[in-house]
C-alpha cells in the first residue's frame, strides 16, 4: 500500500448541532481538550478489504464490545496538529504532511495496518470543511486535530489486530498560556524512563503515555510542571520531556537538542526549530547532552537558556530544573531571548502573519 491513495467521504451531517450563539460561547474561553466540534471523521479497515467506509458523521461515543483487542493490548496510535484562522478567514494547517508520515511510521511500530497519506490529509480536509465555524477566530486560538488508529478487532489474542478504526476529532483551543508566555519549571525523573532502545520511543502511541504518568504525577509533586525524562540505559543523557522535545542555547550561539536515536519522538517543531535556527545562521547540533553536563553548563553560565517544543504550546522556555537533590535556575530564570525570536518566528509561520519559506502552510480552506 502507498500513501497516495484515499476514498470518497459520506457527510451525515449533525442532525442536532451546537447553535450558533452556544458556539460562541464555548469558543470565548475553551481551555485545551474539553469541548468539541460537533462532527467526527471515521473509517475503517479490515484485513483483505483495506480502508473503507470513510464518513463524516456527528461525534458521538463508539460502542465498544468488552474485548475489543485496544482495551487489552493498547494497540493505538494517535497524531495532534492545529488548524489556524487565516487573514482572510480561511483555515491553514502547518505541515500536515509531516504528520501524515509519521503516523505511517507509528503504525508500522505497532504493526498496525498503515493509513495512505492522502487519505490522512483528506480526512482533515473532510472534517474542517463540515466544522469550519468551531475554527477560533481570535489570534491566540486554534482548532486542534486529533487523528488516532486503534486495534477494533473483537479478540483476546496477542497478535496484531486483523481490523482498524481510524477517527479524526477536533477540539477548539485558546492560547496554551494563560497572561503571556512564562518559563516552566521541570522535574528530572530518576526512577522512570519513558522509553527504551528498541522500544516504541519514536511512535507516537497512547502506550508511552500511560508509562509516563506517574512520573508526570511526580513532577506535579515536587512542585514542578512537566517532567525530564533521562535514557533508559545510563540513566544520564537527556531524552526529552513527557510530550515534548528539548533544546538548549549556548553563549556561543550555538543550539542543542539530542539525536534521534529512537528512544525520542520525532517532533515536527523540533524539526522546524532547527531548520528556522540554522536560516537564521545558527550553528545547531544533534548531540547526546548528559545531565551532569547540563547542570555544570547552567552553573558556568554556559548555559544561557533551555526551551521545550511541541504542537500545543510551540514553544516554552524552561526556567528551574528540580530533581531529588537540588535544583538550578537556567539564566536568570526567565525567557530567553533566542527562545522567544524562534517562538515569534515560527507561530509567525503558523499563523501567517510572516512569509513562509518552506512551504510548510496548507491551505485546506
Ligand atoms: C507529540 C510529541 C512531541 C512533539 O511533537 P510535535 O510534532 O512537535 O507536536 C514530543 N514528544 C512526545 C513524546 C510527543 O508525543
Known amino acids: 500500500m502507498n500513501g497516495g491513495e484515499t476514498l470518497d467521504f459520506e457527510v451525515r451531517p449533525n442532525p442536532a448541532p451546537v447553535s450558533a450563539a452556544e458556539r460562541s460561547a464555548l469558543l470565548a474561553n475553551p481551555g ?17 478489504k483495506g480502508w473503507y467506509d470513510a464518513r463524516v458523521e456527528a461525534r458521538a461515543p463508539i460502542p465498544m464490545d468488552p474485548a475489543t483487542a485496544v482495551l487489552h493490548y493498547a494497540q493505538e496510535i494517535f497524531e495532534g496538529l492545529k488548524a489556524y484562522r487565516a487573514a482572510d478567514g480561511g483555515v491553514t494547517l502547518f505541515r500536515p504532511d509531516a504528520n501524515a508520515a509519521r503516523f505511517r511510521q507509528s503504525a508500522a511500530r505497532m504493526a498496525m495496518a498503515p493509513v495512505p497519506s492522502q487519505l490522512f490529509l483528506d480526512a482533515l480536509s473532510e472534517l474542517i470543511r463540515v466544522d469550519r465555524d468551531w475554527v477560533p477566530s481570535d489570534p491566540e486560538g486554534s482548532l486542534y486535530l486529533r487523528p488516532f488508529q486503534y486495534a477494533s478487532e473483537v479478540f ?9 478504526l481510524f477517527l479524526v476529532i477536533a477540539s477548539p483551543v485558546g492560547s496554551y498560556f494563560k497572561g503571556g508566555v512564562k518559563p516552566v519549571s521541570v522535574w528530572v525523573s530518576r526512577d522512570y524512563t519513558r ?19 506517574v512520573a508526570q504525577a511526580e513532577a506535579i509533586e515536587h512542585g514542578c510542571d512537566q517532567v525530564v525524562f533521562l535514557d533508559a540505559v545510563e540513566q544520564r543523557y537527556v531524552d526529552e520531556l513527557g510530550g515534548m522535545n528539548v533544546f538548549f542555547v549556548f553563549d556561543d550561539g550555538t543550539l542543542l537538542t539530542p539525536p534521534l536515536t529512537g528512544t525520542i519522538l520525532p517532533g515536527i517543531t523540533r524539526e522546524s526549530v532547527l531548520r528556522l535556527a540554522a536560516d537564521q545562521g545558527l550553528t545547531v547540533r544533534e548531540e547526546l547532552y548528559s545531565y551532569e553536563q547540563w547542570q555544570a553548563d547552567a552553573r558556568s553560565g554556559r548555559l544561557r537558556e533551555a526551551f521545550a517544543c511541541g504542537t500545543a504550546a510551540v514553544i516554552t522556555p524552561i526556567g528551574v530544573v528540580r530533581d531529588r537533590s537540588g535544583e538550578f535556575t537556567i539564566g536568570d530564570g526567565t525567557a530567553g531571548k533566542v527562545t522567544m525570536d524562534l517562538r515569534e518566528r515560527l507561530v509567525g509561520i503558523q499563523r501567517g502573519t510572516a512569509p513562509d519559506p518552506h512551504g510548510w502552510v496548507h491551505r485546506v480552506l
Request: hydrophobic residues 35%.
Open 195 to 213: 522509553a527504551a532502545p528498541g522500544g516504541t520511543g519514536a511512535a507516537k502511541c497512547g502506550g508511552n503515555y500511560a508509562a509516563s504518568l
Open 32 to 48: 485545551f481538550g474539553r469541548i468539541f466540534t460537533d462532527h467526527m471523521v471515521t473509517i475503517r479497515y479490515a484485513e483483505g
Open 156 to 164: 483476546l489474542g496477542v497478535k496484531p489486530s486483523s481490523e482498524y
